[in-house]
C-alpha cells in the first residue's frame, strides 16, 4: 500500500489524500446523519445530547465547506487558489470592520485597505516576490495606512481607529496570505508536492481547535480567563496541542519533514492558532459580540467566517517562517 | 431590456460581494401581496439596498422611490433608474409636511399621484417617509405621505423596515464602497386604526420603523 503510494506521480498523491479526506467525511457525515434520524423517530437521549449532534453536525457542514474549497483551489491550480484565499481574506476582512465602529473619516483609509493592500499583498505572493510580501504589510501599509487617516483631518479616536483597522489588516489579510505562499515553497525533491504542506498546516490546526473545543464543551473544567473567553482551559488547550502534535507525526510523510521535525512544526502551528484564537476572542469580547457573525443571526454564507479560520490567520504566517528559516528554502 | 436584466444581476451581484445585503424577514415573511414598505433613509444607497435584500420574485412586483434629483441627474443613473429599479421618480421633499398649524398644503395628492398609480396598477412600493436622509443616526419625523397612502388604500399592508449601515458604506461626498455588511431587516406589518389621528400614525410608524434596530 505505502510502495503504491509512494510509486504514484505528485498529482495523484494529492488526489488519493484528498479522495481519503472526502470519504472520511462522508462516513462520519452520514452516521450523524443517521443517528439524528434514528433518534428522532425513537428519542432516546436527553435534549443536551441533541444539542451536541446539532453542534456536530454544523461543524462537519463547516469542513465540508472548508476541503471542498481546498479542493477546488488545487483543481484550479496555484493561481486560483491564490485568488481563493484572497476571496477569503475579503470577507474576513470585511466582517471584521463591519464590527468595528469606523467614521467617516476611515472611509479612504479603508477603500486602501480592501482595494489595495489585498490585491497587492495577494499579488505578490502569487508572484513568489517573498522578500517584499513579508514586509509589504508591516512596513509599508503600517505608514500608509495612519498617514491616510490623518489626511481626513478627524482626530477622533485616531489611535484606536488606525490600530483597528492595522490589527484587520494584519490578521485577515497578512496572516491568511501565508497559506497560499505554503504552495510556492520549494523543498528540494518536494516539487510539485506543496499542496501537502498546506493541508498539513490546516488539518494539523483545525484538528488542534476542535479537539480542544470538544473538550472544553463536554468536561466543563473551569475557564482560565473567564473573562476572555468561558471555554478556553490549559487541560482542554493541552489535549488539542497533543493531537496536534501526534497528527503531524502521524502525517510527516506527506511532508518534507523527519518525525521529529513535523511533530514540532505542527506544535509551533496548534500553539500560534489556539493562543490566536483566544486573541480573537478577546477583541471579540472587547466590542461585545459572541461571534463574529451578523448578530448571530447566521443566514448568508459569509457570516461567522473569521471565527473558523482566525486560528489559521495566526498559525500560518508563523508556521510558514519557521519552515523556511529552518530549511533554508 | 435585456441589457437592463444583465446589469441587474451584475449589480445584485456586486452589492452582495460588498455588503452581503442580507434580508432579515423578522415580523413577516415575503409574500407576493401589494405592500408598502416604509423604511429609514441615510444613504443614497438605501434604495439599491433594499431591492438587493427582497426575494427575485418580489424584486419584479416592488417599486422604490428615487429622488429625481440625485437619480436623474445622468443619463447613466436615469437609466439604470427606470430599467433596473424600475423606479418612481419623485421630487426631494415632495410629500408635503404636515402643516403645524392644521392647515392642509394647497394640493397634497400632487407629489404622491406616481405613487398612487403604481398601487393602482397592482405594484408594491418602497418608500422613505423622512423625505430626506438623516445624518445623526436616528429618524426624522415621516411626513405625512404615508398617511395619505394608508388611507387611501387600506387593504395595502404598511411593513417598516430598518436598513442598517449602509451610511458606512458610502458616507456623503464620497463615490467609491467600502466593503461593509448591511442588512435589512422587515418587521410586522402596521395598519392605519379607524379614526386614528395623522401625527399619532405617524409616530406610531416611525417607532415601528426604530424598533427593528436591535431586533
Known amino acids: 500500500m505505502n510502495d503504491y503510494l509512494r510509486h504514484l506521480t505528485p498529482t495523484h498523491q494529492v488526489a488519493a489524500l484528498f479522495l481519503i479526506v472526502f470519504g472520511l467525511l462522508t ?80 472611509h479612504r483609509s479603508l477603500l486602501l485597505a480592501f482595494f489595495v493592500v489585498l490585491p497587492v499583498q495577494y499579488w505578490l505572493v502569487a508572484s513568489a516576490h517573498f522578500d517584499l510580501f513579508t514586509v509589504f504589510v508591516p512596513v509599508y501599509v503600517f505608514l500608509a495606512i495612519p498617514v491616510v487617516s490623518a489626511l481626513a483631518d478627524d482626530p477622533n479616536h485616531f489611535l484606536e481607529r488606525n490600530a483597528k483597522l492595522q490589527w484587520g489588516i494584519m490578521v485577515c489579510v497578512y496572516g491568511m496570505s501565508h497559506v497560499p505562499a505554503l504552495l510556492l515553497l520549494e523543498f528540494p525533491g518536494f516539487e510539485g508536492k506543496s499542496a501537502f504542506l498546506v493541508f498539513f498546516l490546516v488539518g494539523v490546526v483545525q484538528s488542534c481547535m476542535l479537539a480542544q473545543h470538544l473538550v ?83 443566514v448568508t454564507g459569509a457570516n461567522g467566517l473569521l471565527d473558523r479560520v482566525d486560528a489559521l490567520c495566526f498559525a500560518a504566517p508563523i508556521f510558514f517562517h519557521s519552515v523556511r528559516w529552518y530549511f533554508g528554502v | 431590456m435585456w441589457a437592463g436584466k444583465w446589469l441587474g444581476w451584475m449589480l445584485l451581484a456586486l452589492v452582495r460581494l460588498l455588503t452581503g445585503a442580507q434580508a432579515r424577514w423578522w415580523g413577516c415573511p415575503p409574500k407576493a401581496e401589494r405592500r408598502i414598505y416604509f423604511a429609514n433613509h441615510q444613504s443614497h444607497l438605501d434604495l439599491v439596498m433594499i431591492w438587493a435584500a427582497l426575494p427575485h420574485e418580489l424584486r419584479t412586483i416592488t417599486r422604490p422611490i428615487a429622488a429625481r434629483d440625485y437619480w436623474a441627474n445622468t443619463p447613466v ?89 449602509v451610511q458606512r458604506v458610502m458616507p456623503k461626498g464620497e463615490i467609491v464602497p467600502v466593503p461593509i455588511l448591511c442588512s435589512v431587516t422587515f418587521g410586522a406589518p402596521i395598519a392605519l386604526a379607524p379614526g386614528e389621528e395623522r401625527r399619532a400614525f405617524l409616530e406610531r410608524a416611525r417607532e415601528a420603523v426604530v424598533a427593528l434596530r436591535d431586533v
Open chain 1, 216 to 298: 472544553g464543551r463536554l468536561m466543563g473544567r473551569p475557564a482560565f480567563a473567564p473573562n476572555v473567553s468561558r471555554s478556553f482551559n490549559w487541560f482542554g488547550c493541552g489535549i488539542g496541542l497533543a493531537l496536534g502534535c501526534v497528527l503531524g507525526a502521524v502525517f510527516s510523510f506527506i511532508t518534507p519533514f523527519k518525525y521529529g521535525q513535523a511533530m514540532a512544526m505542527a506544535l509551533i502551528a496548534c500553539v500560534a492558532g489556539a493562543m490566536g484564537h483566544l486573541v480573537m476572542k478577546a477583541l471579540k469580547r472587547d466590542r461585545g459580540i459572541p461571534n463574529w457573525g451578523r448578530r448571530s443571526t447566521g
Open chain 2, 77 to 165: 443613473k436615469r437609466w439604470i433608474t427606470t430599467e433596473v429599479f424600475n423606479a418612481i421618480y419623485v421630487e426631494r421633499g415632495g410629500t408635503p409636511a404636515p402643516a403645524a398649524d392644521g392647515e392642509a398644503p394647497a394640493d397634497p395628492l400632487a407629489p404622491l399621484q406616481p405613487l398612487i398609480e403604481a398601487l393602482r396598477s397592482g405594484d408594491s412600493i418602497i418608500i422613505f417617509p423622512e423625505g430626506t436622509r438623516g445624518h445623526t443616526g436616528e429618524p426624522q419625523k415621516f411626513k405625512s405621505g404615508l398617511y395619505t397612502l394608508a388611507q387611501m388604500f387600506p387593504e395595502v399592508v404598511l411593513v417598516p423596515a430598518w436598513i442598517d449601515n
Open chain 1, 27 to 106: 462516513v462520519v457525515t452520514s452516521a450523524v446523519f443517521l443517528l439524528g434520524l434514528r433518534e428522532r423517530r425513537h428519542p432516546v437521549h436527553g435534549e443536551r445530547w441533541r444539542e451536541e449532534l446539532a453542534h456536530l453536525a454544523k461543524l462537519l457542514q463547516t469542513t465540508w465547506w472548508m476541503v471542498a474549497v481546498f479542493w477546488i483551489g488545487w483543481t484550479l491550480g496555484d493561481t486560483a487558489a491564490t485568488v481563493l484565499f484572497a476571496l477569503i481574506s475579503f470577507f474576513a476582512l470585511r466582517e471584521f470592520i463591519t464590527l468595528s465602529p469606523t467614521r467617516r473619516g476611515d
